[in-house]
């Protein structure tokens, strides 16, 4: 009878869902690097741990240090909406020294590959901080929803270095015959969750969340807005289900950053509340000339019936069929 170890089966898991993915269309170069990574390690893991092959040992730590790099590519391509360079190259550093390690300091591994997910865990959670809502290539249908598997993706590289100081401390206290079971367990399950929270970037969709309670607009902010509302009332961009931040931003020859700040600021609200709040009206008259509520949502630009519902309620306060069956239409709040 054929038995596939766990990291295994969930390599064949990422794989699988990645070519179902590929099959629906393009797929984000970053996020390929990140789930093939994933997927390599657990076979790679699996080759060593379970069915003992020398040769998968010795390619295993640098396996393992292409994780983290995939993910920071991942996050700044699909993410950040930057093209990969050829400066990235640099990226392999890590898995270089892990080779080289390899042969001449093993033991300095202990120690290399843990400060690698850390070091690019707490990277990516310092870019999100700094760039908060402001992901240029997510979909404002996402809401705050990216930023939060961006942070998972970050927190599964710490957890991951974690892991791998609980094997250390294994090999220290003698119990080398548990080290196996910790890394099919923890080392796959991280994979995983890599490979699937990956996966789920290519078109989330999800709530958006609270910001920081905004300082007083600038003239230069009021300005910005003021073209921006303009330009979502006469290009009415927000039919397009895709519309991301940077494509706005483009569009008003501004920084992702300064558009997404005027927002904040001017109408207390994040880019994407401001946006689905714009779809909300659209869907609004369209229920009020007697569209269905999945005509008025899909005209609308949103994607979703769950993310729909949801915005629809947060701007009217009712569900779409109950404002749709009520006999006092009233104005729908501007944004």
């Known amino acids: 009878m054929l038995a596939l170890p766990i990291s295994l089966i969930f390599s064949l898991i990422l794989l699988f869902l990645l070519a179902s993915l590929r099959a629906r269309g393009p ?104 760039a908060g809502h402001a992901l240029p290539r997510a979909r404002l249908s996402a809401g705050g929803r990216p930023a939060l598997l961006w942070a998972a993706i ?32 923890t080392g796959s399950l991280v994979l995983l969750g890599l490979g699937l929270l990956g996966i789920s970037m290519q078109d989330d969709t999800g709530p958006s969340a609270e910001e920081a309670a905004p300082t007083g607009p600038s003239e230069d902010d009021a300005d910005l807005f003021a073209r921006l509302d303009a330009h979502m009332t006469s290009r009415r961009p927000w039919t397009d289900p895709d519309l991301t931040l940077g494509q706005l931003a483009r569009r008003l020859h501004v920084p992702v950053k300064q558009l997404s700040s005027a927002v904040n600021r001017c109408s207390g609200e994040n880019i994407s509340r401001y946006v689905n709040a714009h779809r909300v009206r659209a869907a609004c008259e369209a229920l009020r000339s007697g569209a269905s509520v999945t005509t008025a949502m899909l005209d609308a630009g949103f994607a979703t019936k769950s993310n729909f519902n949801r915005e629809f309620n947060r701007v009217t306060g009712m569900a779409p069929s109950e404002w749709q069956a009520s006999a006092a239409f009233g104005p729908v709040q501007r944004p």
């Open 27 to 130: 797929v984000v170069a970053g996020l390929v690097l990140l789930v093939a990574a994933n997927v390599l390690q657990g076979a790679v893991n699996a080759g060593a741990q379970y069915y003992g092959i020398a040769a998968m040992r010795a390619v295993q730590p640098v396996s393992a240090m292409l994780v983290p790099p995939a993910a920071w590519l991942a996050l700044v391509t699909a993410g950040l909406d930057r093209a990969l360079r050829p400066r990235d190259v640099l990226h392999l550093v890590g898995p270089a020294l892990a080779l080289i390690c390899g042969f001449a300091l093993r033991d300095a591994l202990d120690a290399l590959i843990p400060a690698a997910y850390l070091g690019y865990g707490l990277a990516i959670l310092l870019v999100l901080r700094r």
């Open 154 to 185: 970050a927190a599964g590289l710490m957890l991951s270095a974690a892991s791998d100081l609980v094997i250390v401390a294994v090999q220290l206290a003698g119990r080398t015959d548990l080290q196996p079971l910790i890394v099919s367990i």
